[in-house]
């Protein structure tokens, strides 16, 4: 039996695209050239919002227990900085408890200090969440531990947030997630600026 030329070349063409879908790329460039950060090796792009870029990877302990997933990612959020090009940890503070506070979330912790990223000062910070009690659910809890930085942009001040969250089920504990953050903390690390 001979395959048809024309199913041939349909077949090589699609074969092309799959390949060059599935195959990884360094760097990420995202929005009107914004700034670029290196893909966490192994990790699943997702949807961003405009301009961002957001990658997962799931935790897998064994079968008894839920998987965790861990999320990097960067996004332009509201707000610019000061007339300096400064921003300062007030600022910050009120943004971080605007995009965490929620109706199925409470924040149990909320800290910053500074921090440098590709030379833009920046307000790092750590928090943590749990979901809120709700006696009628029959779906476990998780909890959810995040880091990251909020910077100004070099170039026009806009904000940009960096981010890196944990989420896990609470009656399993935090995952060991060594690996994974070490993997975080170089795409984040790697991040650079369009100036």
Same mark, same amino acid.
């Given at each position: 039996m001979?395959?048809?030329?024309?199913?041939?070349?349909?077949?090589?063409?699609?074969?092309?695209?799959?390949?060059?879908?599935?195959?990884?790329?360094?760097?990420? /460039?995202?929005?009107?050239?914004?700034?670029?950060?290196?893909?966490?090796?192994?990790?699943?792009?997702?949807r961003?919002?405009?301009?961002?870029?957001l990658?997962?990877?799931?935790i897998?302990?064994?079968?008894?227990?839920?998987?965790?997933?861990?999320?990097?990612?960067?996004?332009?959020?509201?707000?610019?900085?000061?007339?300096s090009g400064?921003?300062s940890?007030?600022?910050a503070?009120?943004?971080?408890q605007?995009r965490l506070?929620?109706?199925?979330?409470?924040?149990?912790?909320?800290?910053l200090?500074?921090?440098?990223?590709?030379?833009?000062?920046c307000?790092a910070?750590t928090?943590t969440?749990?979901d809120?009690y709700?006696?009628?659910?029959?779906?476990?809890?998780?909890?959810?531990?995040?880091?990251?930085?909020?910077c /100004?942009?070099?170039?026009?001040?806009?904000?940009?947030?960096?981010f890196?969250?944990?989420?896990?089920?609470?009656?399993?504990?935090?995952?060991?997630?060594?690996?994974?953050?070490?993997?975080?903390?170089?795409?984040?690390?790697?991040?650079?600026?369009?100036?």
């Amino acid at each position: 039996m001979q395959i048809p030329r024309r199913s041939c070349v349909t077949l090589l063409l699609l074969a092309t695209m799959l390949a060059a879908c599935a195959s990884p790329r360094s760097k990420t /460039p995202t929005a009107p050239t914004a700034f670029t950060i290196d893909a966490p090796a192994g990790w699943e792009a997702a949807r961003a919002a405009p301009g961002g870029a957001l990658w997962h990877t799931r935790i897998k302990i064994d079968d008894q227990h839920f998987p965790s997933l861990v999320s990097l990612g960067a996004a332009p959020v509201e707000g610019t900085a000061d007339r300096s090009g400064a921003l300062s940890e007030e600022t910050a503070r009120k943004l971080l408890q605007a995009r965490l506070n929620n109706p199925q979330q409470v924040v149990l912790t909320l800290e910053l200090s500074q921090r440098e990223l590709d030379g833009v000062r920046c307000v790092a910070y750590t928090a943590t969440q749990a979901d809120r009690y709700d006696p009628e659910s029959t779906e476990a809890r998780r909890d959810y531990r995040h880091r990251g930085a909020i910077c /100004p942009h070099p170039r026009d001040g806009r904000l940009y947030q960096i981010f890196v969250s944990l989420v896990y089920v609470r009656s399993d504990g935090a995952p060991p997630d060594r690996a994974q953050q070490a993997q975080a903390d170089a795409a984040v690390d790697s991040l650079r600026w369009t100036r």
